[in-house]
């Protein structure tokens, strides 16, 4: 079992920025891929970022540039540090780890963007 808690949710207006962070604990495998969904109201999960353990990255294309994802395998904890935020980024973000054989998520955070 692998247990997340995710931190750093909030309101913040255009333009503006916040960070995300998400800690896992329990029986962590070595090899594996941690990062962030996100889901607004009436639209599907979008996977927002994600990083494996051996540093690639990924990104959806709305974020590119604005959003960057990092982690601290010693802590296993991955960021998501988000600038240039807009209304559209509003969502709960999930945090996500995942192995070839199982995934696990957070309990989300609220993002919201706006004036």
């Known amino acids: 079992q692998v247990q997340l808690v995710e931190s750093g949710g909030g309101l913040v207006q255009p333009g503006g920025s916040l960070r995300l962070s998400c800690a896992a604990s329990?029986?962590?495998?070595?090899?594996?891929?941690m990062g962030w969904y996100r889901q607004a109201p009436g639209k599907q999960r979008e996977l927002v970022a994600g990083m494996h353990s051996g540093s690639s990255r990924s990104y959806a294309d709305s974020v590119k540039g604005r959003f960057t994802i990092s982690r601290d395998n010693a802590k296993n904890t991955v960021y998501l540090q988000m600038n240039s935020l807009k209304p559209e980024d509003t969502a709960v973000y999930l945090c996500?780890?995942?192995?070839?054989?199982?995934?696990?998520w957070g309990q989300g955070t609220q993002v919201t963007v706006s004036s």
């Open positions: 329990g029986s962590i495998s070595r090899i594996n891929t």
């Open positions: 996500y780890y995942s192995t070839y054989q199982e995934r696990y």
